[in-house]
C-alpha cells in the first residue's frame, strides 16, 4: 500500500516562506515522479511542481517557477517544496502526489489522475 504524508504547511505573510515535506512509503520502484498540487478555496486542483527521482529533473507550473524548488531526499522517498516569496494567491491545501511508473514528472502534472496516489494534503494559508 503506497501511502504519501505531508507535512509543513502553516501560515504566513506576504513575502515569506515555507518548507513542505513529503515521505513516500510502501512502494518497491526505485525510480517514480514525485509531486506537488494545490487547491484554493473554490479552484480547481492545480499542478505545481513535479520531480523524477532518478534523473531529478524537475517540472514547475508558470505561477511558481523562480519562487519554488522541489527537491528529493537522499533516499528518493521523500521530497520537499521550499516556497519562497508567497502570496495570498498560492493559498490553498497542498497535495502531495507519486506516478508510479513515470518517465516525466510532466506526465504527472499533465494527467494527475494516472497512476497516481495522493497524500491527504496539508493546508498553507498567506496572509496580506
Known amino acids: 500500500q503506497v501511502q504519501l504524508a505531508e507535512s509543513g504547511g502553516g501560515s504566513v505573510q506576504t513575502g515569506g516562506s515555507l518548507r513542505l515535506s513529503c515521505a513516500a512509503s510502501g512502494y518497491s520502484y526505485r525510480t517514480n515522479c514525485m509531486g506537488w498540487f494545490r487547491q484554493a478555496p473554490g479552484k480547481e486542483r492545480e499542478g505545481v511542481a513535479g520531480?523524477?527521482?532518478?534523473?531529478?529533473?524537475?517540472r514547475y507550473a508558470d505561477p511558481v517557477k523562480g519562487r519554488f524548488t522541489i527537491s528529493q531526499g537522499n533516499s528518493k522517498t521523500t521530497v520537499y517544496l521550499q516556497m519562497n516569496s508567497l502570496t495570498p494567491e498560492d493559498t490553498g491545501v497542498y497535495y502531495c502526489a507519486a506516478r508510479l511508473p513515470c518517465l516525466d514528472a510532466k506526465e504527472l502534472l499533465s494527467a494527475p489522475e494516472v497512476n497516481s496516489y495522493w497524500g491527504q494534503g496539508t493546508q498553507v494559508t498567506v496572509s496580506s
Open positions: 520531480i523524477h527521482t532518478g534523473t531529478t529533473v524537475a
